[in-house]
């Protein structure tokens, strides 16, 4: 499985990104998708993850109510809309997948998102 980020770039703070992360190859229905990022200086933190077959979603408690995953099985690709942006979101975010074996085995090259204030 191969994936492959965009839709990162510069808003000023309160604004809105969508980023999409296109997967190629199979992917199944117990399939976990999910978005990390990493900001200057600090770890790779989670920030949100969709099952292939929509039945589970989580997010992290610094974007829940302002991030929505989701996903469109037709095209293979996982959406993060991202509305409200902090300064604090700027980071680098990376898109990846868990074929069910609990652990986030596959990422794309990540795209990055500034939010100025």
């Known amino acids: 499985v191969q994936l492959q980020a965009s839709g990162g770039g510069l808003v000023q703070a309160g604004g809105s990104l969508k980023l999409s992360c296109a997967a190629s190859?199979?992917?199944?229905?117990?399939?976990?998708l999910g978005w990390f990022r990493q900001a200057p200086g600090k770890e790779r933190e989670f920030v949100a993850s969709?099952?292939?077959?929509?039945?589970?979603?989580s997010y992290a408690d610094s974007v829940r109510d302002r991030f929505t995953i989701s996903r469109d099985n037709s095209k293979n690709t996982v959406y993060l809309e991202m509305n409200s942006l902090k300064p604090e979101d700027t980071a680098i975010y990376y898109c990846?997948?868990?074929?069910?074996?609990?652990?986030?085995?596959?990422w794309g090259q990540g795209t990055q998102v500034t939010v100025s204030s």
């Open positions: 990846t997948l868990d074929p069910g074996v609990q652990r986030w085995t596959y």
């Open positions: 190859g199979r992917i199944y229905s117990y399939d976990f």
């Open positions: 969709i099952r292939w077959n929509a039945q589970s979603i």
